[in-house]
């Protein structure tokens, strides 16, 4: 492969590949270790792939998922052994959402987004991780840029996937709030699967993947818990703006924007395309990356795993790592970071 700036990981023609699907995880299961760290706001349970002691990525999910769901087989697809044996990787589940979890008790107040934020923290201090690689998706997408925007020198870089920067719209709250109250008064509803299926696939993936879409049905029928679920979709419902702003060279004027490298990656048929093309707009250009997965709705780790594997590979070789795997694309380095992250 010749050597390629990271932008150009836009036009990036690889082959097509089999879908993943949700419910292939129990021999997966087996290669983790599970930790339940304590936090200022409950325990929360963390699931640990990879080997020890080498470089660290922190994963976090959307809502109606939980590691599992959000990163398991994207981690066990065979291409992405490399990631396996040269990363070590933390696995976050907010809390309430790991499998099988009991209803979160009644006097319980679930964590803000940036109270989240905060518990990546405290997880990360828990491991003794002095700096990290994050990799989210939707809610765990922007809970890992609030976390790197307050602490920019723990974070190397960012793989965000499906990341809605700006607070949530009339016509999602209104879904949103009656998908909550439905959860705590009826459980999960064919409403609530219907919005949570547009959610994660959109409109083409949900009509056309048909075998997809009845494994994740599947999953969060027999693995989310629906009470502990409507009160993670009501933080995310309540979200505030990330006012990050992309620098202008042109003036001194300070924003607050991401000071890391970042790979934001979106289905071409995502339900959320237009609000990532919006967050991209946010980024500084000469650090960050955006990547149009072709043939995908808005789970594209599951529908295209190869095309969003070679799209972190290349983006990793920037970052110096798997080098010795295709040719290094020139690498990116990140400015200089302080607190708060202002550019």
């Given at each position: 492969?010749?050597?390629r700036?990271?932008v150009?990981?836009?036009s990036v ?6 879908p993943r699907v949700?419910?292939?995880?129990e021999?997966f ?8 760290v ?6 929360v ?10 470089p660290?990525?922190?994963?976090f ?16 697809f ?7 044996d ?8 907010a809390p309430?959402q790991?499998?099988d ?17 905060d ?13 990290f690689?994050g ?12 976390y790197a925007?307050w ?5 190397e ?10 607070n949530?719209g ?7 709030k009656?998908?909550?109250r439905?959860l ?5 509803t ?8 547009w959610?994660h ?5 949900k009509?056309?993947?048909l075998?997809?879409v009845?494994?994740f049905?599947?999953?969060i ?7 502990n679920l409507s009160?993670f979709?009501n ?17 001194s004027?300070?924003v ?11 289905g071409a048929?995502?339900p959320h ?12 250009p ?9 043939e995908?709705?808005g789970?594209p ?11 972190v590979f290349?983006?990793?070789q ?11 694309p020139p690498?990116v ?6 607190e708060?992250?202002?550019?």
């Amino acid at each position: 492969m010749d050597e390629r700036p990271l932008v150009s990981l836009t036009s990036v023609d690889v082959q097509e590949s089999e879908p993943r699907v949700f419910d292939n995880h129990e021999a997966f299961n087996s290669l983790l270790s599970e930790h339940d760290v304590e936090t200022s706001r409950g325990k929360v349970r963390v699931s640990r792939q990879g080997k020890d002691k080498k470089p660290a990525i922190v994963t976090f999910h959307d809502i109606g998922q939980n590691h599992t769901s959000a990163f398991l087989g994207f981690f066990n697809f065979t291409e992405n052994r490399p990631l396996l044996d040269h990363f070590c990787i933390y696995h976050i589940d907010a809390p309430g959402q790991e499998e099988d979890s009991d209803n979160l008790p009644e006097e319980y107040q679930f964590p803000t987004l940036d109270e989240l934020s905060d518990m990546v923290g405290e997880v990360v201090h828990f491991f003794g991780l002095k700096r990290f690689i994050g990799f989210g998706v939707g809610a765990g997408a922007n809970i890992l840029s609030r976390y790197a925007l307050w602490h920019p020198t723990k974070v190397e870089a960012l793989v965000l996937v499906e990341l809605v920067a700006s607070n949530g719209g009339w016509i999602e709250w209104g879904y949103q709030k009656l998908c909550v109250r439905q959860l705590q008064n009826k459980g999960l509803t064919t409403f609530v699967e219907d919005y949570l299926l547009w959610h994660h696939f959109g409109k083409k993936t949900k009509e056309e993947n048909l075998d997809l879409v009845h494994s994740f049905k599947q999953s969060i029928q027999s693995v989310l818990n629906p009470r502990n679920l409507s009160l993670f979709i009501n933080s995310y419902l309540q979200r505030t703006d990330l006012q990050i702003h992309r620098p202008d060279k042109t003036t001194s004027k300070k924003v607050l924007c991401l000071k890391c490298p970042a790979l934001l990656i979106t289905g071409a048929t995502s339900p959320h395309q237009d609000d990532v093309v919006n967050t991209n707009a946010r980024l500084d250009p000469e650090i960050s990356t955006y990547f149009s997965v072709s043939e995908s709705g808005g789970m594209p780790l599951e529908e295209q795993p190869h095309k969003v594997a070679t799209s972190v590979f290349l983006f990793l070789q920037g970052l110096g790592y798997l080098t010795h795997l295709h040719a290094k694309p020139p690498k990116v380095t990140p400015p200089a970071t302080r607190e708060p992250s202002v550019c």
